[in-house]
């Protein structure tokens, strides 16, 4: 049976969490990585979630990404080739289809990575879209409970239309 797909009241403790883990990654990879972040919907103050704390990494080259794989397996983490998704690399950390961590190597400033912490910053910044995402994913949680899948493309074009408000925004 998939796992279910559950939307908790947001916790402070994944902030902690994502801080801890960030110390941890820190320690195992090199200086090539530029940045690490909180992102996705855990790491906005007030958001429910399902309870998987997402972190985004950037670097200047995704190649190198295939030197952290024996280093990162050593913390929990699997690497999952997504051929779907060229511009990112991706690792989770957990039980499948129930886990805790999912990293997301992005090309540092480039535009996947730029768009998480956009998407990110403008939730944080507008309580009331903060709000609207919140009921939107708590519907679709109950519309989509065992098809995390469909859960996920269902939430795409809300994002979408967060980004190009929060673009617009910007100039």
Known sequence: MMEEVTIEEYNPNWSKEFNEEKIKL?????????????VGSTSVEGLGAK??????????????????????????????????????????????R???HHLHFYKFEGEHWNNQI??????????????????????????YRFDRVSYTEAKAPFIQKILLKAKREQI
């Open 98 to 100: 129930a886990g805790t």
């Open 26 to 38: 820190q320690e195992i990879l090199d200086d090539r990585v530029l940045s690490i972040e909180h």
């Open 118 to 143: 956009l998407f990110r910053n403008f939730l944080r910044n507008n309580h009331d879209v903060l709000k609207e995402y919140h009921e939107f994913k708590v519907d679709l949680a109950n519309k």
């Open 51 to 96: 309870p998987i704390v997402d972190i985004a990494i950037g670097i200047a080259d995704l190649e190198v990404v295939n030197g952290f794989i024996e280093p990162l397996k050593k913390l929990g983490y699997e690497s999952v080739y997504h051929k779907e998704f060229p511009e990112r690399r991706f690792f989770r950390k957990g039980k499948w």
